[in-house]
Antibody, heavy 118, light 108 residues
Framework: EVKLVESGGGLVQPGRSLKLSCAASGFSFNDYWMGWVRQAPGKGLEWIGE????????NYTPSLKDKFTISRDNAQNTLYLQMSKLGSEDTAIYYCARGGYGSYVDYWGQGVMVTVSS | DIQMTQSPASLSASLGETVTIECRAS??????LAWYQQKPGNSPQLLIYDANSLADGVPSRFSGSGSGTQYSLKINSLQSEDVASYFCQQYNNYPPYTFGAGTKLELK
């Protein structure tokens, strides 16, 4: 069974940084593109970015490129999202997603809430 | 970026009814379109990919169609468990992949 479990969310002050993790299991992690999608409270879905199997290609939504960094550790079957200079507009549920490189998301994590507030 | 215009924003329908949700892309996306269902409090789940292919385990009352810039999701014989929000997503031109704003489906 494919499982994606996010962690690392919580309350963070404006301007600070936070790093999310996504532990993958039930599939061969190093065979897949992976990505992150977020959803502000009561809003729609926003694609953040994706990373290929060996981390040689990472794509971002242009408006988020300067504050978010995606990485992965294939030995640990883990995907990461480093977020910096956080603002209230970054308050959202962050989903780990399997898929990318011109394809749909076939599996989603349960999501982790990030709240940016003083 | 490709813009995805989804309609309606909300929809109220009765059990057993047939429901259709539309998604229009700002340019041709060559059927590179997915539909997701998100039940309240849950993460999205894949329903349809490549515009008309049913994802594993999805009931056959769900179907997708369309081409070019116009796509639709149809739910036949609406069930209570279909109450959810539905989102379309294009994956033809990226980055970024873009989503429709969503359709909230409720029971009448």
């Amino acid at each position: 069974e494919v499982k994606l479990v996010e962690s690392g969310g919580g309350l963070v002050q404006p301007g600070r940084s936070l790093k999310l993790s996504c532990a993958a299991s039930g599939f061969s992690f190093n065979d897949y593109w992976m990505g992150w999608v977020r959803q502000a409270p009561g809003k729609g879905l926003e694609w953040i970015g994706e990373i290929n199997q060996d981390s040689s290609t990472i794509n971002y939504t242009p408006s988020l490129k300067d504050k978010f960094t995606i990485s992965r550790d294939n030995a640990q079957n883990t995907l990461y999202l480093q977020m910096s200079k956080l603002g209230s507009e970054d308050t959202a549920i962050y989903y780990c997603a399997r898929g990318g490189y011109g394809s749909y998301v076939d599996y989603w994590g349960q999501g982790v809430m990030v709240t940016v507030s003083s | 970026d490709i813009q995805m215009t989804q309609s309606p924003a909300s929809l109220s329908a009765s059990l057993g009814e047939t429901v259709t949700i539309e998604c229009r892309a700002s340019e041709d996306i060559y059927s590179n379109l997915a539909w997701y269902q998100q039940k309240p409090g849950n993460s999205p789940q894949l329903l349809i990919y490549d515009a008309n292919s049913l994802a594993d385990g999805v009931p056959s009352r769900f179907s997708g169609s369309g081409s070019g810039t116009q796509y639709s999701l149809k739910i036949n014989s609406l069930q209570s468990e279909d109450v959810a929000s539905y989102f379309c997503q294009q994956y033809n031109n990226y980055p970024p992949y873009t989503f429709g704003a969503g359709t909230k489906l409720e029971l009448k």
